[in-house]
């Protein structure tokens, strides 16, 4: 990993695996960062943002995957070193892609061009697929773009995790009659997501309503016309681990 010799610098720095993670995660600070890394030279060897995204298994440097151990924003400029799984896993859907018939009765032109995320979850939308796949016609798009948590604790393992105040985003969030859907979205095929991407929305926006909170993952197969959508929930709102598959689909969208 390209990551892995500044991660090395920052555990030896600061003794990180002497640390006792049955009773509680590791606490480190952008300012600790910065200062284990400032010899080096490469932006991406000691710029924090960098170092700190690893929004896949794979996307974490040798330490941690030696150690199993995972890395969560906890506030601003602060974070938890935690053992345990952090990811949830992407499974393949091996049914057959269902053939989803536009509720629009007119073509979309200008929403073919380009490949983006918001792009292609905004023409699921508008057709009608979000709303189908929830079997909630009440679906309004309200919730865009980056928003802060309250304060919130959870689990992994024995470890308390507290959270204040961290940024979090949804490609888009959805207010029906009786439920909230957030989702995130992808366009290309991941086989496994940090499970902070749903969760922290989800603990967010719970807060906020009394409604059903419900949280999707959703992509489009590049260079296909295919939409997969997996719909997720927590079994247990305070332990980050409890997250279950409920139900996914693949869809093509044929317009009228």
Partial sequence: MANS????????????????????PFPLSATQIKRACQKFKETGEKEVRILCKQDNREDRPDIFQKHNLFLLPVKNGYYNIIKGEGYVDIPEIKKEVTIYPSKLDFQLDTAKIGNSE????????????????????????????????????????????????VQTEVDAGYEGREQVVLIEAKNFSATNVIIRQLYYPFRQWQGQTKKKVITLFFDKESGKDVYSIWQFE???????????????????????
Avoid: C
């Fill in 5 to 24: 010799k500044s991660w090395k610098k920052i555990f030896d720095n600061y003794k990180v695996l002497d640390h006792d993670f049955n009773k509680s």
């Fill in 118 to 165: 918001m792009q292609h979850l905004d023409y699921a939308y508008a057709a009608s697929l979000i709303r189908t796949f929830t079997n909630d016609p009440s679906l309004i798009l309200t919730i865009r773009g980056r928003k802060y948590t309250p304060d919130f604790e959870f689990r992994v393992g024995k470890q308390i995790i507290k959270v204040s105040s």
């Fill in 234 to 256: 927590f079994e247990d709102p305070k332990n980050y681990n409890s997250i279950k598959l409920v139900k996914s689909g693949k869809f093509r969208i044929k317009e009228k």
